[in-house]
């Protein structure tokens, strides 16, 4: 096993290589990505959706959703939340503050259009009519919740979700096999949303996912019948209401609380006893 002081040293070369990838490789790495954690929250509404208790059915497609961050890390592919840590390299001086925004600015549309894409097909794809449209309904009041935060909720529950994400990806470099990656990974990605976190890359499936549904006549009965308030959903509140305080979070929770603090600890102190 990787030790944190390792960890930390190793992500300096791996944080690096990220921002010379070419724009249209972190592209495609980034939609595979998006798609990736969108499987995964397709997998939890579904698993959940056949629980009747209400907290049971979270805690089971809570169990369900880190098999995303799974295919991410060991299929290989560029998510942005997790990209926040290139700020180790960045404090290091191997990599530029320009390469490290380039990486994000990239990685977070290809993301979006991986979730987008994932939503599409899922919708379109009569997958959420299983249950009598009980899945359809779900990922409609699920988008419908994600909207209705305030801003300040909204930058709070992101600052928390990636502060576990980071910690989930940095766990996960402590080992050396698939088998202790994906046990390292799962249970802070489990924590996050069990206590209803807010991931910005899973949000970008989330809410497209409920806006497409809602289009069906028979989903959006199925979800008003629910009490979801169908007035809410828009492109526009997608951005201002979730996306743009949770990417804000995302980047303190996982850059500062994260990268910064491991930085401090591992790196800094040790060139400066040189």
Not at 5 to 10: F, T, V
Not at 29 to 35: C, P, R, S, V
Not at 197 to 221: C, D, Q, R, T
Request: charged share 10%.
């Amino acid at each position: 096993m990787n030790s944190p002081k390792e960890i930390a040293q190793n992500y300096v070369a791996i944080g690096a290589a990220k921002t010379k990838l070419s724009i249209g490789k972190m592209l495609v790495l980034a939609i595979l990505a998006g798609m990736f954690i969108a499987v995964a929250g397709v997998g939890a509404t579904i698993a959940s959706t056949t629980i009747a208790s209400a907290s049971l059915a979270k805690l089971i497609g809570a169990a369900v959703f880190p098999v995303g961050l799974a295919m991410v890390l060991i299929a290989g592919s560029e998510l942005f939340t997790g990209n926040t840590l290139i700020i180790i390299p960045v404090l290091e001086r191997q990599a530029k503050l320009s390469g490290m925004i380039k990486n994000w600015v990239f990685v977070y549309i290809g993301n979006f259009i991986g979730g987008v894409l994932i939503a599409a097909l899922t919708v379109y794809g009569g997958t959420f009519s299983l249950f009598s449209n009980a899945a359809a309904a779900s990922v409609i009041n699920t988008a419908v919740a994600k909207v209705s935060l305030t801003f300040g909720d909204a930058l709070l529950r992101g600052i928390l979700c990636n502060f576990l994400v980071c910690i989930a990806v940095w766990m996960s470099f402590a080992a050396k096999d698939i088998v202790g990656k994906v046990a390292a990974l799962f249970l802070p990605i489990m924590l996050f949303v069990l206590s209803g976190y807010e991931h910005s890359v899973a949000n970008m499936y989330y809410i497209s996912a409920g806006l497409f549904a809602a289009k069906n006549p028979a989903y959006a009965a199925a979800a008003v019948e629910k009490g979801a308030n169908l007035s809410k959903l828009d492109w526009g509140v997608m951005f201002t209401r979730n996306l743009i305080p949770v990417t804000l979070g995302n980047i303190i929770g996982g850059m500062v609380l994260v990268g910064c603090a491991y930085w401090f600890i591992y790196l800094r102190k040790e060139k400066n006893a040189k």
